[in-house]
């Protein structure tokens, strides 16, 4: 099968918990769907959704730490209270992204909007763009990815999280399923692609 893998980096990167809302923010270990195809929207300038592109990919860091950082809370008209607050980052990020659709190449090679790795301070550049083939194979090894749930080989945290985000103000998300975050090394038998030039399977999400 062949795809475009875009390998992106950064300095940091943090992917909201949607289970935490106040207090301490911890990151995802991966970003979420919604990260990938708003990462997306942002190289193309519009608004791209799993039913216009498929999608793998696979996220490093080499490691995670905490900072301090002030949030402006609106409590009325033009008053605003601060509230500082610990927040988890991942140093060093790395995402493999991994799509069939060869459009994509223009987009990523000369992006409309800023690429961002979570929030809108972590701004993140596109290392390399190559076709390479994935292999189709009857075992492979998961790691540092999202997959849906459930699978009886699979471990990692559960986490209910959605796809992508409506186009419109409040944004709404949409398509909101279990996933597992596969953060360790997962062997898993049974059809599947695999980049084995990296030496790690790659599951495509999102429909033509």
């Not at 799993?50 to 301090?68: E, R, T």
Request: charged share 20%; hydrophobic share 40%.
């Amino acid at each position: 099968m062949e795809v475009l893998r875009i390998h992106i980096t950064a300095w940091v990167a943090s992917f909201r918990n949607p289970l935490f809302v106040s207090g301490f923010q911890p990151t995802l270990p991966v970003p979420p769907l919604s990260t990938i195809y708003g990462l997306i929207s942002a190289a193309c300038g519009d608004y791209i959704t799993p039913d216009k592109a498929s999608v793998g990919y696979v996220f490093q860091s080499k490691g995670m730490s905490v900072d301090l950082e002030t949030i402006y809370e609106f409590a009325g008209k033009l008053v605003a209270n601060p509230n500082i607050t610990r927040r988890q980052f991942l140093v060093a990020p790395e995402l493999y992204l991994y799509t069939s659709d060869m459009w994509l190449e223009d987009a990523f090679r000369e992006p409309r909007y800023p690429l961002l790795l979570g929030r809108s301070t972590e701004l993140a550049s596109v290392d390399s763009i190559e076709k390479i083939e994935l292999d189709h194979v009857e075992e492979t090894v998961y790691t540092g990815t999202l997959l849906p749930f459930p699978s009886g080989q699979l471990t990692g945290t559960l986490h209910a999280l959605p796809t992508h985000f409506t186009n419109e103000i409040p944004r709404r998300p949409q398509g909101i399923r279990p996933f597992i975050a596969v953060t360790k090394e997962n062997r898993y038998k049974g059809e599947s692609l695999e980049d084995r030039s990296m030496g790690w399977g790659v599951y495509m999400h999102g429909e033509h």
